[in-house]
């Protein structure tokens, strides 16, 4: 049987729902890349969000909609970091049992936030270990609820309030927005983006940017059925590895998205210098791939006004060494 | 004959100048920072102000008040790095020719930045020359008209921008200020924000931070007359390394600030990795005082609502580094 697919108005929900305790992050104008490209382009800051990426916000919506006796229960969750930390933050405010299922090669930083939270984290080899299998012989042992990363109907609609925000912070600015672009791993954040951004914003193309070698939602989106990536690593993008989107996200991006691009390391890394010297900001190499797709020139932007999401900021000192070399 | 000093009614002029062309930055909120020190903790994070620092706002005010006879001539500036490309990108939008006079040790970035804002840049050197005898040279020269780094009406009314907009961003979140921190190096950014902090939340204490061993507001302070630095480099700091506060900053300083505290260089890059790492945003070691003396103890801010100026973050991969390797 079908999910049922969340709509606008449950991005509009989840907005009330984290009103007060997510942070409304600013929407910056990129000035000099605004006139290197003859664009307006504009970042949303999502790296300056509670644990420092948006997952906090879908998160918390899930888990604040648990029954009292599923919040007794506990909850797992497995994630390579950013959303490990945002259930570890949303359980730990909200007074609930945590157990996160991390990559043992998880950036250093996002093992420790999600510890420092108060989750209890259990470690497993990306290669030859199944995160889902060892999520849900934990949910067996304790009776814990899973908090899947990106394939619910709350993580999607919270998630989207990343999209809500930009939009309405366009629109107070006067900026009807020609594109929309955001990284994409299991595809959560750009599925609950477009949800809002197509009610608000009808005319605006949604865009969508993955790792070179694991552009499963491309090639998804181009043969109308869910395809895999052959790796589960080997990309310093750690937070969109995702192997394949799952039947609501690949769903919602088939009905809202424009398309997919990809960025190399590379480029991925050149990005992140751009956003720490021009912007100011510190961005991680999942989160800046939008960003480097048109540093790069993967899109024309040419007199267009853009908003692209940074969505997140953990990063281990030498991977952000690595890119200050660039 | 006493100079004219600028009042609150000033920096409101000066808010309504930059008004759509400076960024309004954003107060965040250092969750992890006010949770360890049982404190409310909010940035002012002015790294994120066009040029990558406060001085745009005065130097816009400053420049957009210029007769067009004036404008005509030109402008001459001497800068570390950051009035430097605050005069260089205010002229560039109002259409003024600008000379800048700069340290030949300034930070690669900030020459770079401020040559291409379209300024002509003079070195110098920090120990044997008088950045104020070349611009003045240049004055007659040329007949630029001298744009000072902060003993100005329009300058210190400009930074005050900093101090308006921050005290009303708190009283947004329902919060009274009780301490209220800058970086300090002419006196320019805390004397101006002095003035709107004490009108608009008369009951906010005021301290300013220097480097340790440039501390002569703090030493002017304390024996009530202008005190000057002995050295003019040999700190990480070079945003601050002022000799000595003029007439008009002394005499704001002296009226409106609590005390000076100071902070050294090894601080300060522990303070750089810390905002790195759990703020996500990117700090120059001279912006970074106010907040390493929170970080390291210097002032008790137990149950206190603290507002601490993040005031700019143009600094040079090399010095970066250094702070990641703490």
Redo the contacts between chains.
């Keep these: 049987m079908d999910k049922k697919l969340p709509e606008f108005e449950d991005v509009v929900s989840a907005s009330n729902r984290i009103s007060g305790l997510a ?1 409304k992050t ?1 929407l ?2 990129c ?2 890349l605004s006139d290197d490209l003859s664009a307006q382009i504009y970042v949303k800051a999502e ?2 969000q ?1 644990v ?1 990426a948006f997952k906090f916000r879908g998160a918390y919506n899930r888990l604040s909609r648990l029954t009292d006796e599923e919040k007794k229960r506990g909850v797992v969750a497995y994630s390579s970091g950013n959303h490990a930390q945002g259930v570890a933050l949303s359980a730990k405010l909200l007074g609930i049992y945590a157990v996160i299922v991390m990559p043992r090669d998880s950036p250093k ?1 996002k093992l420790k936030n999600t510890r420092d939270y108060g989750a209890e984290v259990i470690t497993y080899d990306r290669e030859t270990e199944s995160r889902e299998e060892i999520a849900d012989q934990i949910s067996r042992d304790k009776g814990c609820i899973v908090v899947p990363s990106f394939e619910d109907f709350y993580i999607i609609s919270g998630q989207g309030t990343v999209g809500l925000e930009a939009v309405k912070q366009a629109k107070e600015k006067d900026i009807e927005l020609d594109l929309f672009m955001t990284p994409v791993g299991g595809g959560g954040l750009i599925s609950g983006c477009s949800l809002a951004v197509k009610e608000l914003s009808p005319s605006t193309e949604i865009y969508g940017v993955e790792p070179d070698g694991f552009n499963d939602v491309q090639r998804s989106l181009e043969s109308g059925k869910i395809e895999s990536n052959s790796n589960a690593s080997g990309s310093i993008c750690d937070a969109i590895l995702t192997v394949h989107p799952e039947q609501m996200t690949y769903t919602i991006m088939s009905n809202n998205l424009t398309g997919i691009l990809t960025v190399t390391d590379e480029e991925v890394l050149v990005a992140m210098k751009y956003v ?8 991680e190499p999942g989160a800046s791939v939008a960003f480097a797709a048109i540093l790069h020139g993967k899109i024309n932007v040419k007199d267009k006004n853009v908003c692209v999401v940074l969505s997140g ?1 953990n990063v281990d ?1 030498g991977t ?2 690595k890119a ?2 660039c």
């Design positions: 942070v600013p910056l104008k000035e000099q790296c300056l509670r420092g930083l720490w010297e021009k912007l100011k900001l510190v961005v900021g000192e952000f060494k200050l070399d």
